[in-house]
Nanobody, 116 residues
Framework: QVQLVESGGGLVQPGGSLRLSCAASGRFFSIYAMGWYRQAPGKQRELVARITKGGSKDYADSVKGRFTISRDNAKNTVYLQMNSLKPEDTAVYYC??????????WGQGTQVTVSS
């Protein structure tokens, strides 16, 4: 059983920065793609950023140039550096570990609120 624990969320002013972390239990962290998703009130959950086992990265158009996903396989952790935050970035952010055809695992989420 894999557990994913997100941290780093909070309240930040527009233009500010936050770094989210997602620590994974279990073995073979390095072989799985990892992703960050978010869900705002009344909206569907959406992909924010994804990083493959080889380090390739994809971003939602809305966060390109502002957010950076990275991973530290030695620490079983994936990060999301969020800069130039906007009110529309307010959401619960979730970490996902992609096991392909075998399914996936999700964290419990961390709240990010961007407000003055």
């Amino acid at each position: 059983q894999v557990q994913l624990v997100e941290s780093g969320g909070g309240l930040v002013q527009p233009g500010g920065s936050l770094r989210l972390s997602c620590a994974a239990s279990g073995r073979f962290f390095s072989i799985y793609a990892m992703g960050w998703y978010r869900q705002a009130p009344g909206k569907q959950r959406e992909l924010v950023a994804r990083i493959t086992k080889g380090g390739s990265k994809d971003y939602a158009d809305s966060v390109k140039g502002r957010f950076t996903i990275s991973r530290d396989n030695a620490k079983n952790t994936v990060y999301l550096q969020m800069n130039s935050l906007k009110p529309e970035d307010t959401a619960v952010y979730y970490c996902r570990q992609d096991w392909g055809s075998m399914g996936d695992y999700w964290g419990q989420g961390t709240q990010v609120t961007v407000s003055s």
